[in-house]
Structures are given as C-alpha cells and as structure tokens.
C-alpha cells in the first residue's frame, strides 16, 4: 500500500513540477506594461521596506531562485533577474518577500531557519539508513535492533515533515507580500496580477506535496513501528 501511496505522491509531484514550468515559460513570454525587470523590482521592494543590507544578485538554473538569510542575499536566475514579465516580477517580489519576512522578524521563518541543521543532518542520516539497508541489510539488523532502526528513520521523518509544514506559512506569506506590493505599487496591471498569482500558486503547491508526502511516510514508518510492538 506504501508503494502505491509513493508512486501517486511521485506523479502528483511530477505533474505539479511540469505545471509549474510551463506556467512559468507561459507567463515569462508575456512582457508587463510596467517594463520592469525582476532586479529593478527586487530593488524597488526592498527599499520600499526600508532594507538596505540586502544584495539581489544573478545565480545560474532555472527555478534556482531563493532568498539566503545567512549573508542577507536575494539570489535570482537569469530569466528572473533580466526578465521583464509576469512571471519574473512575481518571483523576485516572492524572494524578497523573505527577505522582508526577515527584516520584520517573522516567527515562522525563524523557526524554519534554526530547523535547517537539524534538518539537513536528519536528511544526511536518512540517507545513509536508507543505503544501508540496501546493501547492507544483513549486517545493520544484526548490528542494531530493527526497532532501533525504525525509531532513527521516524526522528528524521519527524525532523522532515515538521521543516516542511513551517515552511508553507513561510512560503504563502512571501506570496500575499509579494502580490500585495506589486498591486499597490502598480507594478503590474489587473491582468498582470492574475498571471503573478497564478504562477506563485503553483510554486506553493509544490511545498504543499513535499509536506503531505512527508507526513505519509512519517505515519508509515509509524505503524510499522507500532506494529512491531504487538
């Protein structure tokens, strides 16, 4: 049942990923009356928010855009940062919305952002549980007991699912930011708008799958373990 349940999660996540590309190349086709680039507007932002410790800098890939609190840099693809479109205003407001978020002390990025370590090395463990098992089956479960095992792989689903639930707050304010301003600011026209929502709908969903399906295999690994114990 796991399998199958993992195999509707890839396709829906596949399916997603594609919508959100071609959403992307649709909307970056169509130049706003505004003219601006994503930099310009990047820039814009963050000086209307009162933040001038933030660089926006070009970074190579598509879809590669984030915000980096670490050293205070809104990092933009190329499409993004020189592009002149719907889709290229509403992901550089989007990132910067973070940068926002930041500046104002949102609870939630913070949160996510002291998660980061832990969830990296609980990515980095899962991984090895998961290789382990694989090539090495025989000799880990003769090594530790397989409730052990079971207890390591929930704590890293834990530590996932739980970095991937405080992200969605993280990401859908950055979103109601970033169209609020661009709508107030007139960056974008009515139309202009529609498409920038649509598109930052999109790229929310695909957190949205990431977190459901790290969930599934929490409760998964769950039972498995509760089950054992009968």
Known sequence: MFIIILIIFMIISFGVSATLRNKFKKYSKIGIKSGLSGNEVAELMLRDHGIHDVRVTSVKGSLTDHYNPANKTVNLSEEVYYGRSAAAVAVAAHECGHAVQHATGYRALEMRS????????????????VLASIFGGAFLFSTFPFEWVLLIIIGCYLVLTLFSFIT????????????????DRNIVDASEHSMAKDALKWAAMTYVVAAIGALVSLLYYLSIFLGSRD
Do not use: K, M, T
């Open 114 to 129: 002291a998660l980061v370590p832990i969830q990296n090395v609980s990515g980095r463990i899962l991984n090895f549980v």
């Open 168 to 183: 969605l707050p993280v990401e859908f304010n950055a979103s109601n930011r970033a169209l609020s301003w661009v709508s």
